[in-house]
Nanobody
């Protein structure tokens, strides 16, 4: 069983930055593709970014391209999401997710393990 723990959320003004971390426990996720999703109040959970197990491939939803960067340090067993140029519409709970296999899914049902989420609030 893989337990994912997110950290790094908080309150930031528009234009500011945050770095989210996802540190799995219970098992190393070196061979897992990892993703970040977010869910705003009253909205469905949406894909934000994903990274292959090697870190060689990354994917982003259009609304965050050029502003967010996903990365991983397999030696530290940690995945990061750097959030720059934040906007009020980025306000949401951000979730880390993990999946086995060679694909890099962008759909939530294709992920096997989830964290509890970390709140990101961007004030205008």
């Amino acid at each position: 069983q893989v337990q994912l723990v997110e950290s790094g959320g908080g309150l930031v003004q528009a234009g500011g930055s945050l770095r989210l971390s996802c540190a799995p426990s219970g098992r190393r996720v070196r061979n897992y593709a990892m993703g970040w999703f977010r869910q705003a109040p009253g909205k469905e959970r949406e894909f934000v970014a994903a990274i292959s197990w090697s870190g060689g491939s990354t994917y982003y939803t259009d609304s965050v391209k050029g502003r967010f960067t996903i990365s991983r340090d397999n030696a530290k067993n940690t995945v990061y999401l750097q959030l720059n140029s934040l906007k009020p519409e980025d306000t949401a709970v951000y979730y880390c997710a993990a999946t086995t296999g060679n694909n890099i899914p962008t759909m939530a049902p294709d992920y096997d393990y989830w964290g509890q989420g970390t709140q990101v609030t961007v004030s205008s």
